[in-house]
């Protein structure tokens, strides 16, 4: 499989951001978020219930680097970007497990919330949101 990222179909500048809920952070799912991040061109990929406490390894994706993570052993959430994108600022608030994690790049600003189930939603709002 090639690493090189093919040339969008579009002119101007885009951002490609995925969402995605995995139920847990193995080897076997980080080969899956590369293809898709490779097949999909994304920018971002935002990454929900990762299940990966402190003790664990660092999730990773080849050709993305892990900008912001929120570690839990029963919940957790992280966002990727592509090796080349400038992060100006990361931030995240966790009230009742309800994850906010948010990066500001150069030229927008990307959040990802996850709220566990049957937990009422309460907002904090995070830097930069």
Not at 14 to 39: H, P, V, Y
Not at 57 to 67: E, V, W
Not at 116 to 128: L, M, V, W
Request: glycine share 4%; proline share 6%; hydrophobic share 30%.
């Amino acid at each position: 499989m090639s690493t090189k990222t093919p040339k969008r179909s579009f002119s101007g500048p885009a951002l490609i951001t995925t969402s995605i809920n995995i139920e847990g952070f193995s080897n076997n799912i980080s080969d899956i978020l590369q293809e898709l991040r490779q097949k999909n061109t994304c920018d971002v990929i935002c990454v929900q219930e990762t299940h990966r406490d402190k003790e664990n390894i660092r999730p990773k994706i080849k050709g993305m680097k892990l900008a912001i993570e929120r570690p839990h052993k029963k919940y957790g959430s992280t966002i990727f970007v592509r090796d080349n994108l400038k992060i100006l600022s990361t931030s995240h608030t966790e009230t009742n497990d309800i994850e906010i994690l948010t990066i500001e790049l150069t030229n927008c600003t990307v959040t990802s919330v996850y709220k566990p189930p049957n937990i009422p939603f309460k907002f904090t709002k995070p830097t930069h949101f």
